[in-house]
């Protein structure tokens, strides 16, 4: 057996354990920090080995799981991203009823299902690295049981993510019923055109479509964003959408274009949806974590173009939004935790007037949401630039058009929140409090975005190779 | 070894004073004390890689023809690479040189002229970043990244010139900087883009093998043309008439960004642009006509008007303009070696006649008539004698720098067309007359009582000291050891010295001097009679020409008619149409509000109903529903 | 049993009359008790469906686990649920409709899929624990291993969520 190809999955689980056990041995009433320390630090640990793992080709147990670039570079997303969340959800674990090493403990199991989602080659594992990510969730969801607002989202997310798995599950027995095999490449061959493959095909899609939140499955998306904890939504806005993604491009790329069906034609659809739906319904939130969570939706739509070329190029693009979402995401959602920790509300009055009090957090949320917005020289632009370039050259100019277009609008609502927080005026004058490690993760991650948006040459070169990798 | 490092870690010298931008303006903008001391702290480590750089190219033979070239891809899409790199040849070796010392004397002077300003630390992230922009531009590969940074240098020009933004002029001036040099921006970009079509690189390398076969094989009409977009960058940036109007302006700024602006960076980007891609317009005899032509026009014109200004810095700036002029007029006759020469000792001189004049303003309080000064040879000593040093440069009398930087130049001229050595020399004549003029109204003469003029500090003192050394010695030491078998384009050309030229030139300038001396010498005013008699003359210099009078008619006119013509039609046309999709979204977006119902039950149903929709549709655009469910 | 035998036809459909109507149960009983019990039976018509195709070990797995575990846990979980009255603790609701539509329009589509489809019959083979055993050690030892932590994930989960809803009350 492989076990190397497994190395970063074990290695987090065991993580995982590890702060399992040191919480028994500290005392009850002791702050977890430390072991927020130890995640943050074993993660960056095996963020740094993964750096060396690219160019690795290898499978465990006939090609059921796969170790390669494209698999490695989204479990790097998933690593940085997990790493920022702990960052800046240091305060907000202490500040936890109860069960604060637990939160740490969940949120590496979630992204060992996520890893596992990347590597995935049959419907076995994707499955179980899908509900193994969805459980995690869901129990982070619901954390902060003695809110409402956050049972509510726990059970809607419960259901609808069971509903969701139920479908794809369902879908994926009708694949495994005309191929009589689990694994992509047996299916890739054993698929034939037929009804049943229309049906399964279409059910497994949407299940990938709740991952990612495209509409019309992603209803839950406001409503559990809205209920989450902040560090969570974060974590679940770009990590369950880029395991989602991670998982749904292998399959497409590797199993549907045989088929003969015109499986891009979905694609285009599920997109246009996202990106009318997510800009246009993002407009009249106040609640900025529903205005984000629609905004990721919008993304998912954005992301989407880049699956429609079939081709590598589209995949880099995909590969790159989303590494480059992850910092936009955490600057966003690092600086909503601040504002949310000094005024226990996260809407835009509460946004309001925050150049004067905490400048610095300000121009991290300018930059992240214009990121977004996609406005050159930041990230968002060259990512963009990259999808929708990659589906204009398959053919596919008016859905770049109407990105284009729903991009110019998502700036009115991202402007709306700038506009808040530079000429608004502070809802309070006291004095605000930013704790250091959520000053540094929103300014590294809007460094990050600056970086990547004036020099992007290395990123989109490590995505290229790694969108290469799938297509043999 | 440590030129060897300074060479491939040339990468530092643009990088070093922006991350000192990046630092004070993120975290030290409370602590001015430091936040000076790490601007010069990097500027100095930039000025020192930027000596191991030039002594790389010397002791390397790295040439004009053989450059140092690093680069690495910045963005790539299919029909399009984008690099950044580092090109390092003689030119850029010295324009690393030039720009990097004196932006560091600049950053020394302004800790003393600087002093009790309340952006104390801000003005140091904005002259760091100015001069790292210009830093970058210099070793760019190509035009895009030259681009780019010329972009950046014109930014922080706007934020440096609109500095004391509480002044309304201090406002128009940097505004009329920014959208003057925006025209030629445009004209340049075009040009870029062009040669990325037609020859599908922007790299300097590539195009310069590229250009001369493209011009053996279709003859040269596009490509003028294509040369002429690109040097409207240069005549906007570097005050080429007619875009010259925003460089008088630009003195709106504090004296250091002059000093900073006129020497070293914004002005002679446009300069080193052209010789950057003289490849391009070397092998084309049109462009190269009308460079040289609006280069001695420019230079004879703005001289004119240098005659008649009252306020210091203006007069500096109409010489700057006459002196760019000069550099544009030797790359025009195809000498880029005199270009270049007169491009570094101007720097020296200007930077210095710049740096005295703020050292005069900051004893007098801003007090900017020259002909309120009077006299402040004896409080100012120091100054008095650094200011003649570089009067006597920038007159070209021997054996100062700009004798030999000028001589290049009007031995260049004299080679191609009598015209313009003519014009070339009766510029100098000019230029001789009116630096004369500054000089003895200011220093000499009866003082001013009301001025309690007082010398300045060692901080001000030490930079401009420098530079008066170099305004000395940056003529006669690069002359003697060879500065145009390094810094040239095609052959190296041993220019002796052409000793009919040279005596001519210096007679020229001393005959200046004799009239500023008759006319003003002694503390002797007798000029309203001369006034009298050419008067004519007299207010169209003082006028400038009336160039910014005739741009502002042109603008109420025709510029604000079309204007009105097309608010209205951006107010009734455009504006219904984006308002009225901004409500069309609005309205959807409420719609979609409602349909978020917060019912799992909902969700669910949208869902699965969802589920089959996809499937029908897929069925029936695979027909699979026609055809039975047989395929 | 035999494939396509006449028993086999008629426990095929006795079973799945049995679990349908057991469904249908659950979902129109007011008493969300019955409701509960209901679902174990429709878990055990599903084990009798894994019988008749063989899957000894499929039903085994399910009528202990399902109907066993979680179907005594659901009931356990309404029990111990504060309602006003156990009667009507599972009314009807607006849904109905909406929910019917969805419900069948998914069901016509999937019965269109098996329907259309030519499915491929293989002669089927008897699969026992041991070989579902050596393939969770072998070719799916990572989603199994991935299973166990989901499982540790839950418990985690259940003692977090506990200790919430006490912070609660």
């Known amino acids: ?9 074990m290695a987090v689980a065991l993580l995982a354990l590890l702060i399992l056990v040191a919480d028994l041995l500290m005392e009850p009433g002791q702050s977890r920090r430390k072991l927020g320390y130890l995640a943050i630090a074993g993660l960056t640990g095996l963020l740094l080995v993964s750096l060396g793992r690219y160019g690795m080709q290898g499978a465990f147990f006939n090609g059921l799981f796969l170790q390669d670039d494209y698999a490695l570079f989204f479990k790097q997303t998933f690593l940085i991203g997990a790493i920022l969340v702990c960052l800046f959800s240091l305060d907000t674990v202490d500040n936890l009823p109860h069960s604060r090493a637990e939160f740490y403990v969940l949120l590496l199991f979630a992204v060992v299902g996520m890893m596992i989602l990347a590597s995935a080659n049959d419907l076995i594992t994707l499955y179980v690295g899908i509900e193994l990510m969805t459980f995690s969730f869901f129990i982070l969801v619901g954390y902060v049981l003695c809110e409402t607002k956050s049972t509510e989202a726990a059970i809607k997310y419960l259901v609808l993510a069971s509903a969701a798995s139920a479908v794809m599950l369902y879908g994926m027995s009708l694949l495994f019923g005309i191929a009589g095999q689990l694994s992509y490449n047996a299916l890739a061959k054993g698929l034939t055109a037929s009804p049943a493959l229309i049906v399964g095909g279409v059910m497994v899609l949407s299940g990938f479509a709740f991952k990612i939140a495209a509409p019309p499955f992603h209803m839950w998306a406001p409503d559990v964003y809205e209920g989450a904890p902040i560090p969570v939504t974060a974590l679940l806005a770009m990590g369950s959408k880029a395991a989602g993604f991670a998982a749904m491009v292998r399959i497409f790329a590797e199993v549907f274009p045989g088929t003969g069906y015109p499986w891009p034609l979905l694609l285009l659809l599920l997109s246009g949806a996202a990106m009318l739906v997510g800009n246009l319904a993002a407009i009249p939130q106040t609640n900025l974590k529903r205005m984000l969570a629609y905004s990721s939706v919008a993304q998912a739509g954005y992301l989407l173009t880049g699956m429609l070329s079939g081709g590598f190029a589209g995949v880099k693009g995909v590969l790159f939004y989303l590494m480059i979402y992850v910092f936009a995401n955490v600057g966003a959602f690092a600086v909503l935790t601040a504002v949310s920790r000094h005024r226990n509300g996260e809407t835009i009055g509460d946004i309001a007037g925050l150049s004067r009090k905490a400048p610095v957090l300000a121009v991290v949320m300018t930059v992240s949401l214009l990121s977004m917005a996609g406005i050159p020289p930041l990230a968002g632009f060259v990512g963009k630039f990259f999808l929708f370039s990659s589906a204009i050259d398959a053919g596919y100019l008016w859905i770049a058009v109407l990105g284009f277009v729903l991009s110019m609008v998502s700036v009115y609502y991202y402007l709306n929140v700038v506009k808040s927080m530079y000429l608004g005026a502070p809802a309070d004058d006291r004095p605000f409090e930013i ?28 995505a290229e190779t790694a969108a290469k990798t799938v297509f043999k | 070894m440590w030129a060897d490092f300074s060479l491939h870690h040339a990468w530092l010298i643009p990088l070093l004073p922006a991350l000192a931008f990046a630092i004070i303006s993120f975290f ?8 000076a001391r790490l601007a010069i702290a990097a500027m100095g480590t930039a000025f020192l890689i930027a000596l191991g750089v030039v002594w790389a190219v010397g002791s390397k033979g790295i040439t004009v023809e053989a450059p140092f070239v690093m680069k690495t891809v910045w963005f790539s899409m299919p029909g399009l690479v984008a690099s ?25 002077y302004s800790t003393g002229y600087m002093t009790g300003d309340p952006g104390y630390a801000r003005f140091f992230a904005f002259m760091s970043l100015f001069a790292a922009s210009m830093l970058a531009m210099v070793i760019a590969t190509n035009f895009l990244q030259m681009f780019v940074f010329w972009e950046l240098v014109g930014l922080c020009s706007y934020l440096l010139i609109g500095w004391y933004f509480f002044k309304i002029s201090a406002r128009e001036a940097a505004k009329k900087a920014f959208m003057t040099t925006r025209i030629g921006d445009f004209g340049i970009l075009l040009g870029i883009l062009f040669l990325q079509i037609a020859f599908g690189t922007l790299d300097f390398g590539e195009l310069a093998v590229k250009v001369p076969a493209y011009v053996q094989q279709n003859g040269v009409a596009l490509l003028t043309c294509v040369a002429l977009l690109l040097f409207a960058g240069p ?43 003289f490849a391009i317009f070397s092998v084309l005899p049109g462009a190269m006509t009308v460079i040289a032509w609006l280069g001695c026009f420019t230079a004879l014109f703005a001289a004119a008007i240098a005659l008649t200004q009252r306020e210091i810095k203006r007069i500096l700036a109409f010489s700057t303009i006459s002196q760019l002029g000069y550099m544009m007029l030797a790359l025009g006759v195809g000498s880029l070696t005199a270009s270049m020469f007169h491009l570094m000792t101007h720097a020296f001189f200007k930077a210095l006649l710049f740096l005295g004049a703020g050292s005069i303003l900051h004893a007098l309080h801003d007090k900017a008539d020259i002909f309120e000064m009077g006299g402040l040879r004896k409080s100012m000593p120091a100054t008095c004698a650094m200011m003649g040093i570089a009067v006597l440069a920038i007159a070209g009398i021997p054996p100062f720098a700009g004798f030999f930087s000028k001589d290049e130049i009007l031995v260049a001229a004299a080679h191609v067309s009598t015209p313009l050595y003519i014009g070339a020399s009766f510029t100098a004549f000019l230029t001789a007359f009116y630096m004369a003029r500054l000089f003895l109204v200011a220093f000499f003469g009866e003082e001013n009582p009301h001025n309690h003029a007082h010398e300045s500090g060692l901080a001000m003192l030490a930079p401009m000291g420098v530079l008066a050394v170099f305004s000395i010695i940056a003529g006669i030491v690069p002359f003697t050891m060879g500065f145009g078998d390094w810094v040239r384009f095609g052959p190296a050309h041993h220019a002796g010295i052409d000793w009919g030229i040279a005596s001519a030139s210096t007679l020229i300038a001393l005959a200046g001097f004799g009239l500023a001396w008759a006319i003003y ?6 000029s309203d009679a001369i006034v009298k008699q050419v008067g004519v003359l007299y207010s169209l210099s003082l006028n400038k020409f009336y160039i910014d009078e005739i741009y502002q008619w042109f603008n109420r006119n025709i510029v604000t008619g079309l204007a009105r013509v097309l608010y209205w039609v951006d107010l009734n046309v455009v504006d219904g149409i984006v308002d009225g999709a901004a409500q069309k979204s609005g309205a959807v977006g409420n719609i979609l509000r409602r349909f978020q119902t917060g019912q799992t039950q909902h969700y669910a149903a949208l869902m699965l109903m969802a589920t089959v929709m996809m499937t029908l549709i897929l069925a029936i655009t695979a027909g699979a529903v026609a055809g039975g469910g047989k395929i | 049993m035999e494939n396509g035998g006449l028993m086999h036809t008629l426990a095929f459909f006795l079973l799945s009359g049995i679990t349908l109507a057991a469904a249908m149960g ?9 409701s509960a019990f209901l679902l174990s039976v429709t878990f055990l018509g599903v084990a009798g469906l894994y019988m008749t195709l063989q899957a000894e070990f499929m039903a085994a797995v399910q009528a202990l686990v399902y109907s066993g575990a979680v179907a005594v846990l659901v009931v356990i979980g309404v029990m111990l649920t504060h309602r006003q009255q156990m009667s009507r603790s599972n009314p009807p609701n607006k849904m109905l409709l909406v929910g019917a539509l969805a419900a069948l329009s ?25 070989d579902i055993g050596r393939r969770f050690l072998t070719d799916f030892a990572p989603p199994f291993e991935a299973v166990a932590l989901l499982l540790l994930a839950a418990l985690i989960g259940a003692v977090v969520l506990f200790k919430g809803g006490k912070a609660q009350s």
Do not use: C
């Open chain 3, 106 to 130: 998914v069901v016509g589509a999937i019965v269109w899929a098996i329907l259309a489809t030519p499915w491929k019959v293989g002669k089927g083979s008897v699969v026992t624990a041991g």
């Open chain 2, 235 to 277: 005549i906007a940036k570097s005050g080429q008439f007619p875009l010259h109007v925003w460089l008088p302006d630009a003195m709106e700024g504090p004296t250091p960004v002059s000093a900073l602006i006129h020497a070293a960076t914004m002005v002679v980007a446009g300069v080193y642009l052209v010789a950057r891609a």
């Open chain 1, 1 to 9: 057996m492989n076990f190397d190809a497994l190395m970063l999955e």
């Open chain 2, 84 to 108: 950044m790199g580092v090109l390092v040849d003689p030119i850029a070796a010295m324009m690393l040189f030039v720009v990097s010392l004196i932006s560091l004397l600049v950053l020394i």
């Open chain 1, 435 to 462: 704790a250091m490690p959520v000053r540094v993760t929103a300014v590294f991650a809007m460094a990050a975005t600056l970086a990547m948006g004036v020099y992007p040459g290395p990123l989109s070169q490590l």
């Open chain 3, 26 to 34: 659950v979902v129109f009983k007011r008493n969300l008790v019955h």
């Open chain 2, 28 to 35: 030290l903008l409370r602590s001015p004390w430091l936040a």
């Open chain 2, 521 to 526: 010498g002694n503390g002797a005013r007798r």
